[in-house]
């Protein structure tokens, strides 16, 4: 790194994406992905016009996408906000909310919130899951700090109901609280009606998961009008086009057949209770997952090993080296093809070892 930069950046540790190798074909169970292709909609939106019109710019305000977005939830188009990617959301409400009193998140999460905390220079405190990797909620009661959940949890896929959600939100009337709904449409409960009673919470959700479109980078949330305001502030003082035309296209025409996505996540959440099945029989202990991914080991081989004996195999899957967790795999849910192939290579894999 270059001597010029400035000193508060010389230890930040940055995020580290998932694999995404570009040389060879693998089965992709790393970095929870859909399996299935975006709608047809999405696919003929990308290929008309809205493709010559990339000389212009997109719009600033992006009404289209936020109403179609409104339309679906059922909400107004003035408490949704849009943004490049879900995890820009993240980054503006970090920015915007972490250094006011500090924030809590917990210490087995996504890794990208430890990652804001350094990069702004928040006091943040990393509140440790129970032994049976659950939150407990107690700890997220009046923490008087920005407080940032995942729901379901990631890498463990864990719930929280709406109801110890809302009795979290409520203790923190004075500080913003935000959940990442990242990976709600796999069996969690949403908390975003909750909008309407609560001005400090942030619901924050993606196209990136549940609607297909992780290369398109769209996220959104739901807040109080305010809150919304403070994010747009944050959004023209830093990149206002942070949507470009043919993402803003491609979630109208998804949120036109949401339809489409609903029976997408119910395949998936089949192909889950399969894999958790078929790893359960082979001796795995698998967390309970309400997400598209499975948090998985065994006593029969260490965490690592499976996962560079899958990637010989082929299958790629996410391992993730901190102490705690060091024994699991994270797995996403594939098609059935895909968990068919994964599950016959872990039985493999197995049988060699033994
Ligand atoms: N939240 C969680 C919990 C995630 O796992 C991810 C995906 N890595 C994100 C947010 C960000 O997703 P995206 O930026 O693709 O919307």
Redo the contacts with the bound molecule.
Sequence with gaps: MSIFKDKRFSSLKEYTPGEQPQDKKYIKLNT?ESPYSPSPAVLSVINSNEAANLKLYSDPTCSELKKSIAAVYGVDPKNVFVSN???EI?NFAFMLYGNVAGAVFPNIS?G?YKVFGDLYGIDYKEIPLLDDFTVNVEDYKNTGKFTVL?NPN?PTGIALSLSEIEQIVASNPDTAVLI?E??IDFGGESCYKLIDKYSNLIVCQ?F?KSRSM?GA?L?FCFADEEIIKDLELIKYSTNPYNINRLTAAAGVAAMSENGYYLDNCQKIIENRDYTKAELEKLGFWVLDSKANFLFAKSDKIAGEELYLKLKDKGVLVRHFTAEKIKEFNRITIGSREQMEFFVAAVKEILGEIQ
Excluded: C, M, P, V
């Design positions: 929870n990617g879900s995890d993240l996504y990208f995942a990631a990442d990242a990976y993606t990136s992780a980078r996220g």
